[in-house]
């Protein structure tokens, strides 16, 4: 098809623009043959012509496709021209805030000038191992392809990184350099990497300064060689400079600073050490103020200051070299302030001013003489072949010959701080290979251009000529290999330029030919040129109006040279005399470093000068001759080390970075089109477009064509082959065929073609989209036209209806008002009637009752007249009575209100205080029950008193009692004789007192009646009042309670949520301090496992070496128990060992690098304390709500742990004295039975009776101790419920907070005698036989009685005191009681029905306490029998052992002379106990055959779960049976080495770690069910109780084990990773699950991965059978349900973590039908979590972030609406991940929209305030902390049987 038949009506064109470069236009009509004007359409809707070139009739680009913008390689683009190019940045770079873009083979970087978060450590780990094609692009991308092609291809690699000042090529070489530091790492322990690194701050502040494009402009340039080992590793790295721009030293233009290592030490001349410096602000240096820009806004020199000395120091920069540079770059500066004045007599002379402050400075801080360096800093030497001249020079030039001075100094500094890194970041091994970084700078032209721009962009021609012929073969190679014929591609080739540079006769030769003439200037430098070059070559031009320039015509401008100064900067002249004053020096040492490898250098004149006054020395003998071989100018050495930077980049594979400065405002994110354009034509963006335009740019493979236009094949052209099918597609669709190609595996097409298939397909697409429109909008109007008839049928019957009834209404209303006016006409006659007739009635009865009234009214006034005249006789009478009457009510009135009053008072008191004591009632009453308790146990101590007390009552009763009858005796006699004497007055008296009140009773009598008559009225009054009052209270008294129950259940509710937030809170920190420890453990177990490789290749050293001995296998895998140093402590023979075996290996200790073993040694010595403290402070966050509900319990068990403590290690004493016993006794019977001496020892002998004496005490003294102990015991279990065991196996640990506990200092010193004593061997023995130890022994027994007797009195004092304390809180109690009895006495006052009501609660209250206490006190007890049967049976075992070694100690004839006493035989069980018994000599074979050597798959398909965890734990049990803790611990230790070893050998292996952590988990369960702790015990049987461990306390041995698991966990989530991790992106993103649709776009050189499930392909199937692979074994393993949640739950979050990142990192998966895939994808996830009954395991919520993305790629993204429904549906991803979603969006067809810029900005605006993190992707190696959730077995240990095929015949049941 032709070109201008795509010139069509609508079609958009680009046409020049003067301020946007190119502008878009649309055409208002076809375009025809022979038409001279274009009409066109520009997008501001203005019209215009398009005149087309008669003679060229070139037409103008067309434009790309939409669909087609914002691609990721700009090859991939159909119309390949430049107004395409800089569109497709400027959307990337604008809209989607992308800096990236590949253009083929050259990533282009434009600079942000902005912080952006896509280089950090995720992002590295995300790039990291992906094809360049597959992720978008970025320098990471570039860096991981030169990684890979150097570890595949072996090659050397280069990225060259170009560009002009301020696009960024610093940053991109520093990116890439992280890049290769992070992922390969150092090859050694010496921090290469870092070094690496460091060396950059220290470049940039001696190479960097502001100039006005930059900030941080590199004034060099440097190619950084990174080596690397065999294994790719970093080794070391090497660094090249070019060409310093040592001019900025002297001079810098107006805003532009010098270096910045000169303004940061200005800005540090506070500190202590840089005062000798005596520097001030920048401003007062000359050579810091030229620029009059001394401050970069945003950058603190101090502190850049501080981040320099930092990296000198760590490349191996010491102090004293850093002060030193920082003196002669002080001097520098002080350099620049030295005046020199002209003579005013000679101009020709000139001098420095005498005591100049700057020069004596300067020489000071040099060590240099300052008279020397005054005068020659003045004078010059000329030395001739006899005679030595010594001349003056004028001002400029001394003033040029400083200020070169000052350039070579600062030069000789840069060049040795060079060396330095050089010489600290050199590879300590051998280097296999290297990536070189070269950071260079780019094109340059400025309003004036002079030596320094000339050789920039001589080095960036001779760079694009390696550019241009390294793409022009890539694209041969591309071509050959898919053999499509090759014919020549014509493109630019600047050899030419070159020659005109570097040949014979060029610009430099004659220009070092003019440097050695003696008068040689830069005009006649010119005029050579001129004469050379000017109409000879087209390439050099002569400016019209100047003789001082020249014109080159670069490949990217050309570029007007001033040739001022192009002699001096060639030279670069330095006077010698200056040197050999500053070598001289001795004061600085660093000065001879700087200048030991100067030449001689002298001026290149020679002869005598043309001066008239000249100081004329004779030549001495011994004079020097003049060098004759000068040194190499600046551009011959930079000729010479460019060609070896080419032949390096030749003999490399180079990668490109082009940067892009945008603008040269430094404003974030602006692009100008002009600038853009420029940099693109001069960094060869433009010529590798062309060049790929020129052939076929665009590259289909087969499949991709397939897929993506499929829709224009009918059905009868799809073949099986695809290859075919494309073939005869495309002969119909393009009909010339030289537009395309068919390639082995691509098809080619020219440029364009693309464009004109994706507009065949859309407009299929659009016909489609219209047939499928006029369809549905038939059917639906259809469907209307339907509606519409049905509704109207509907309505005109419901509308005839009602008019029907309507009419049928009226009807019935006429008849009905026809009727009511009948009706109504009547009743208003009627009432006409009545109405009449009523009246009449009224008249007639007011007349008659006016007469009845006046006739009534006389009768009655005659009658009232009567009746008043008998009421006032009547009133008068009685006006008296009722005055005294009232006076009396009043008085009985008064008194009775009072006695009223007080009787109300008293009610009202009693009621407030029985209401004051229901509310105590409520509290009081457990309180009173459990303090009636507490009285009940007190009384049966106190009836011992009680006793004594009645006894001596019974004697005092009986004396008072004899005492008593006689004064009564006495008494009846005298009171007989008076009352005879007395009786009848008395009698006669009494009878009148008698009668006297008789009357009176009888007056009073009626006086009462009367009165308790009214007071009964008035009770009665009161009393209902009362009642009403206090109905009143009841009520608000209900009210009240009403209110406090609301207000106790608002409290209550508050609480509890803060209860539940801060338990949620201190879950969230439970595990963050659980994934910090679990992430500590895995760092350790890294560590281990480098330790171990070390410790392998050192033994395999070791074993290359002659006569090294090779240790065997099983001992080098015990030798790991260094891990657990903190459980046990090292034996001392273990310690004799490793000496022995140090000393017989002396070669393989030399070999050990020390220092290494030192750093491990060190930091897994600080891991072990920060995971002890972690462990701690994990367990104690676990133990905190626990603690809360304990804390009364804890209160009271505080005060008795010191004495429980003590007691403990009293009772370890009193054992050790036992031990110690017994030992004493068998020796003594040894000693008795000793044949040595058989006279000595015969019975009957002295000797023998005294020491049979001593034995009988000693064993009656063994049998006391024995019944003391057993109670002591006893005691201390009944007292330690609460408390748990702080033993370990065998030897007790004395904590120090146990001794801080202690009272004195007796007592401490007294526990650790005992301690000592328990803990000593008895390695005596064989001295019991020597004279006087039995004495000895005797003696000691005694003290031993007297410390045990000492400490029972302590003991005693301290229960005496103990008795004291609960006497006086009984006798708290009583008083408690009787308040509590008034309290209930005036209880009692209330009526019977609230009496009863309250005595029913209180009782039942009282009832249900003492049940309950009743009930712990009967669990108490039964649970202090159980301890105490099972104490019993070790005492008596024990006892029993001690029984059986004092009998196999005595001798046969003791025996045969001891009676024989009956002997109890205990029948031998013969149940099996659920032990398992092995020789100590077996265990290697049982570690070997039950961990080493198992197969899992056998023993997971055939025999139960966890049986090797089952048979270990029975190991243990014997073990703890027969109470051997040294089998204990090497069994568990041996049992856990094992099983790292084969976890390490098999690492990779999902089954083997898969079935280790279900046997571990398993294991450790057993450990924790039948450990004894009550916690653990609750699911047990009873005959698993039985099975408990009865010695040892495994509870550090568990948290050891514990730990092991988690590393097994975190191994297994590995071994999952690196099985899904090659699945998930290519079945969760690439594949296609939903076939047709989503088509691929037209991919660029870089081709991504295939979306198309091909042989080899993963899709979501595949991803599905690994997941039911995994969960299948892990359910045959027995994994517990809890982990295989969590397991599945990490697995989820990989998935989503994975591939969201990819998707954040793809520009092509972000669109809507790539979204439908992701959520159709993840639904099927969560089908397979539904079918595996794993909803409850949160791992769907860890696809939350992943579904959230795939729905945003799907949501409606265009109103204000759209936003907020999006920021309230996306919470679970952070809102940088919103904003690259939404940038990222990329249409796949025409009918779909981009995201607008302002609608990407709403959604900023709304989520500014939300608080996440700034990070951009998931961490993908997150692991979520493991638990362990205890899991008790039902399955009986004696029901285990050991099948035989595990070779475990050795084990016997027990």
Not at 586 to 596: D, R, Y
Not at 605 to 620: E, I, M, Y
Not at 867 to 891: D, E, F, P, S
Not at 1664 to 1691: A, T, Y
């Amino acid at each position: 098809m032709a070109a201008s038949e795509l010139f069509t009506k609508f079609a958009r064109v680009w046409i020049p623009d003067t301020v946007d470069v190119w502008q878009s236009a649309e055409l208002l009509k076809d375009y025809k043959s022979g038409d001279t004007v274009l009409h066109l359409k520009t997008e501001d809707d203005k019209e215009t012509q398009y005149r087309i070139d008669p003679k060229t009739k070139e037409l103008p680009p067309l434009r790309n496709p939409d669909i087609l913008v914002g691609e990721n390689d700009l090859t991939a683009l159909s119309y390949l021209h430049e107004p395409a190019i800089l569109h497709n940045l400027k959307v990337r770079f604008m809209d989607s805030k992308l800096i990236y873009t590949y253009c083929g083979i050259v990533l282009v970087a434009i600079n942000p000038y902005e912080q952006l978060p896509i280089y950090g450590e995720d992002i590295i780990n995300a790039y990291s191992g992906q094809n360049m094609g597959d992720m978008d692009p970025h320098i990471f991308a570039v860096a991981e392809e030169a990684y890979k092609q150097m570890a595949r291809d072996e090659r050397n690699q280069s990225i060259i990184v170009s560009g002009e000042s301020g696009a960024g090529k610093t940053v991109s070489a520093k990116y890439a350099m992280r890049y290769f530091a992070t992922v390969s790492g150092s090859a050694s322990e010496t921090n290469v990497e870092e070094k690496v690194l460091a060396s950059n701050p220290i470049m940039e502040s001696i190479g960097n300064a502001k100039t006005t494009r930059n900030d941080n402009s590199s004034r060099f340039g440097k190619y950084i060689e990174i080596g690397f080992d065999k294994k790719y590793r970093i080794t070391g790295a090497n660094m090249r400079t070019y060409l310093l721009e040592k001019s900025r030293v002297v001079f810098q233009a107006e805003d532009e600073r010098n270096y910045h290592i000169l303004y940061q030490l200005c800005a540090s001349k506070h500190l202590p050490e840089f005062k000798d410096l005596r520097l001030g602000h920048a401003q007062n240096f000359n050579y810091t103020n030229f620029g009059g820009s001394p401050v970069i806004e945003g950058i603190d020199d101090a502190k850049e200051m501080m981040n320099t000395r930092h990296a000198c120091t760590l490349l191996g920069i010491n102090e004293s070299h850093q002060m030193g540079i920082f003196r002669v770059v002080a001097a520098v500066l002080h350099l620049g302030n030295v005046t020199i004045k002209a003579n005013d007599r000679d101009a020709e002379n000139c001098f420095i001013p005498p005591k100049t402050e700057h020069l004596i400075i300067f020489c000071e801080l040099l060590g240099v003489d300052y008279e020397q360096m005054a005068h020659w800093l003045c004078h010059r030497k000329i030395i001739t072949g006899s005679e030595t001249y010594i001349k003056p020079m004028p001002k400029v030039q001394a003033i040029n010959a400083r200020d070169a001075l000052a350039k070579h100094i600062y030069a000789s500094v840069f060049n040795w701080i060079v060396h330095h890194v050089n010489r600290a970041l050199r590879a300590s091994v051998k280097q296999h290979s290297f990536i070189g970084v070269l950071d260079i700078y780019g094109f340059e032209t400025f309003e004036i251009n002079s030596f320094e721009q000339f050789c920039i962009n001589y080095a960036n021609e001779k760079l694009q000529q390696q550019f241009n012929m390294h793409v022009f073969k890539l694209e041969q190679e591309e071509y050959m290999k898919e053999e499509i014929p090759w014919t020549l591609i014509d493109f630019y080739d600047n050899q030419p330029c070159i020659n005109l540079i570097e040949a014979k006769l060029g610009i430099l030769d004659l220009l070092d030919e003019e440097c050695k003439m003696p008068k040689g200037s830069d005009d006649t430098w010119a005029q050579k040129l001129y004469n050379t070059h000017l109409n000879k070559c087209a390439l050099f031009q002569k400016p019209r109006m100047s003789n001082r320039a020249f014109i080159i015509k670069h490949f990217a401008d050309q570029v007007e040279y001033q040739c001022e100064g192009f002699l001096e900067k060639n030279k670069d002249t330095v006077y010698e005399e200056q040197i050999t004053v500053l070598k001289a020096s001795k004061k600085l040492t660093l000065l001879a470093e700087l200048f030991q490898d100067e030449k001689q250098v002298s001026s290149p004149t020679d002869g005598r000068p043309p001066f008239a006054r000249a100081t004329v020395k004779s030549a001495k003998p011994r004079a020097l001759q003049p060098n004759k071989e000068h040194k190499k100018s600046v551009g011959h050495q930079f000729r010479n080390s460019l060609h070896l930077l080419m032949e390096t980049l030749n003999a490399t594979t180079p990668h490109y970075v082009r940067c892009i400065k945008p603008n040269d405002d430094k404003l974030a994110f602006t692009f100008d089109p002009k600038r853009a354009v420029q940099q693109l034509r001069a960094c060869g963006v433009l010529e590798t477009i062309r060049i790929s335009a020129a052939g076929f740019p665009s590259r289909w493979t087969y499949q991709e064509f397939f897929n993506r236009y499929r829709v224009l094949m009918k059905q009868k052209d799809v073949l099986s082959d695809k290859k075919l099918t494309c073939k005869n597609v495309l002969e119909k669709l393009i009909k010339d065929q030289d537009k395309y190609q068919f390639g082995k595996t691509k098809i080619f097409f020219r440029a364009g073609q693309v464009a004109y298939l994706e507009k065949l397909r859309a407009d299929k697409l659009r016909v489609a989209c219209i047939r499928i429109q006029k369809t549905i909008r038939s059917w639906l109007q259809r469907k209307k036209y339907l509606r519409m008839r049905s509704a109207a049928i509907t309505i005109q019957r419901y509308v005839r209806g009602y008019q029907a009834r309507c009419y049928a209404q009226f009807l019935r209303r006429t008849r009905a008002a026809t009727l009511i006016q009948k009706y109504q006409r009547m009743y208003a006659a009627r009432q006409k009637f009545l109405r009449f007739r009523s009246a009449t009635i009224v008249i007639q009865s007011f007349i008659r009752g006016f007469r009845g009234r006046r006739q009534y009214k006389a009768i009655l006034r005659e009658q009232k007249a009567t009746i008043l005249q008998k009421h006032m006789r009547g009133w008068m009478a009685k006006r008296k009575y009722r005055r005294t009457h009232h006076a009396i009510v009043y008085l009985q009135c008064c008194y009775r209100r009072m006695m009223a009053k007080r009787e109300l008072k008293k009610l009202k008191i009693e009621a407030r205080s029985v209401e004051h004591y229901k509310t105590l009632n409520i509290g009081m009453e457990n309180k009173i029950v459990q303090l009636q308790c507490k009285v009940n146990n007190q009384t049966k101590e106190m009836k011992s008193l009680l006793e004594k007390l009645v006894s001596l009552e019974s004697t005092y009763t009986h004396e008072t009692d004899k005492l008593r009858t006689e004064v009564d005796k006495l008494r009846v006699n005298e009171g007989s004789a008076k009352v005879s004497s007395n009786k009848i007055t008395c009698l006669m008296e009494e009878i009148a007192i008698l009668r006297k009140e008789l009357t009176e009773t009888q007056a009073q009598k009626k006086r009462l009646e009367e009165s308790g008559n009214k007071y009964k009225a008035e009770t009665d009054v009161v009393l209902s009042q009362l009642t009403e009052q206090n109905a009143l209270l009841k009520s608000e008294k209900d009210d009240l309670n009403c209110r406090i129950q609301v207000q106790a259940k608002e409290i209550t509710e508050t609480m509890e949520r803060q209860n539940e937030e801060e338990t949620k809170q201190l879950q969230v920190d439970l595990n963050d301090e659980r994934s910090r420890y679990q992430s500590l453990l895995n760092e350790f177990c890294k560590l281990e496992e480098r330790y171990d490789n070390l410790k392998e290749e050192m033994s395999l050293v070791s074993i290359t070496k002659p006569g090294h001995r090779r240790t065997d296998s099983t001992h080098s895998s015990n030798e790991s128990e260094y891990t657990y140093n903190s459980l046990l402590s090292s034996e001392p023979g273990e310690s004799e060992d490793v000496t022995r075996r140090t000393e017989e290996y002396p070669e393989m200790k030399g070999a050990l690098d020390m220092s290494l073993f030192l750093k491990l040694q060190k930091r897994v010595t600080e891991l072990e304390q920060e995971k002890q403290a972690l462990q701690e402070e994990l367990d104690a966050k676990e133990e905190q709500a626990l603690r809360s509900k304990k804390e009364a319990e804890d209160q009271q068990l505080m005060a008795r742990s010191t004495e429980l403590e003590y007691e403990s290690l009293k009772r370890q004493e009193l054992e050790s004295e036992n031990k110690k016993l017994k030992n004493e006794l068998n020796e003594l019977h040894r000693a008795l039975t000793d044949k040595s001496a058989p006279q000595a020892t015969a019975p009957g002998a002295p000797a023998y009776k005294v020491l049979l004496d001593h034995l009988n005490a000693a064993t009656e003294e063994l049998e006391v101790r024995k019944e003391e102990v057993l109670i002591l015991r006893s005691q201390l279990v009944s007292q330690k419920e609460a408390v748990a065991c702080k033993e370990t196996m065998t030897e007790p640990i004395l904590f120090l907070e146990d001794v801080r506990k202690m009272k004195n200092q007796g007592e401490i010193t007294q526990a650790f005698v005992g301690l000592k004593e328990t803990n000593r061997p008895s390695q005596d023995c064989r001295l019991l036989n020597e004279d006087g130890e039995l004495w000895i022994v005797y003696e000691g027994l005694k003290q031993a009685n007297r410390l045990l007797e000492s400490q029972l009195q302590g003991q005693k004092k301290v229960y005496e005191n103990e008795l004291e304390i609960l006497r006086g809180e009984v006798q708290n109690l009583k008083e408690e009681i009787n308040r509590q009895q008034q309290l209930l006495a005036q209880n009692l006052q209330l009526p019977p029905e609230a009496r009863i009501e309250a005595s029913l609660q209180h009782e039942i209250t009282r009832l249900t306490n003492e049940n309950l206490d009743l009930m712990e006190q009967l669990e108490k007890q039964d649970k202090t029998v159980r301890k105490l049967k099972k104490q019993l049976k070790v005492f008596a075992k024990k006892i029993g052992e001690l029984e059986v070694g004092q009998t196999e100690n005595v001798s046969p004839a003791q025996l045969a002379d001891e009676p024989i006493r009956p002997v109890n035989i205990p029948r031998k069980e013969k149940d099996f106990q659920g032990m398992l018994e092995y020789k100590k000599d077996d265990e290697l074979k049982l570690i070997k055959n039950l961990i080493l050597e198992l197969k899992p798959r056998g023993v997971a398909v055939n025999l139960i779960p966890g049986l090797p965890a089952y048979i270990l734990f029975m190991c243990v049990r014997h073990a703890d049976y027969i109470n051997d803790d040294q089998r204990v611990r090497s069994l568990l230790t041996s049992t856990i080495n094992g099983i790292k070893k084969i976890l390490k050998k098999r690492s990779d292996d999902f089954e083997i770690v898969s079935f280790w952590l279900s046997n571990t988990s398993r294991f450790l369960h057993c450990l924790k069910q039948y450990s004894g702790e009550e916690a653990f015990m609750k699911h047990n049987t009873p005959r698993q109780n039985d099975h408990c461990l009865r010695n040892f306390d495994l509870a550090e041995y568990r948290q050891v084990i514990s730990d092991l698991a988690i590393q097994i966990y975190q191994q297994l989530t590995k071994v999952l990773e690196n099985a899904l991790q090659p699945m998930i992106v290519s079945g969760m993103l690439e594949h296609e699950t939903i076939q047709g649709v989503s088509g691929q776009k037209p991919t660029g050189l870089r081709k991504r991965t295939s979306s198309v499930a091909d042989e080899g392909t993963y899709t979501l199937d595949s991803i599905v059978r690994q997941l039911n692979n995994f969960h299948s074994i892990m359910c045959q393993h027995g994994m517990d349900p809890e982990l295989i949640k969590q397991i599945v739950k990490q697995i989820f979050y990989i998935i989503g973590a994975v591939t969201l990142n990819n998707l954040l990192l793809r520009k092509d998966m972000c669109s809507w039908s790539k979204g439908m895939q992701i959520r159709y994808n993840v639904s099927q996830l969560e089908e397979w979590l539904r079918d595996k009954n794993l909803q409850t395991s949160g791992a769907k919520e860890t696809l939350e972030p992943l579904i959230q993305a795939a729905q945003l790629l799907q949501v409606k993204k265009k109103m204000d609406e759209d936003a907020e429904a999006i920021c309230s549906m996306c919470n679970a991803i952070t809102t940088a991940q919103i904003v690259k979603v939404l940038n990222l969006y990329t249409p796949v067809n025409e009918f779909e929209e981009r995201v607008t810029a302002s609608f990407i900005r709403t959604i900023q605006v709304r989520l500014q305030n939300r608080k996440d993190s700034p990070q951009l992707l998931m961490d993908a190696k997150h692991i979520f902390p493991v638990t362990f959730p205890f899991n008790p077995s039902s399955l009986a240990l004696e029901s285990i049987q050991i099948p035989g095929s595990m070779n475990l015949g050795f084990l016997l049941r027990v």
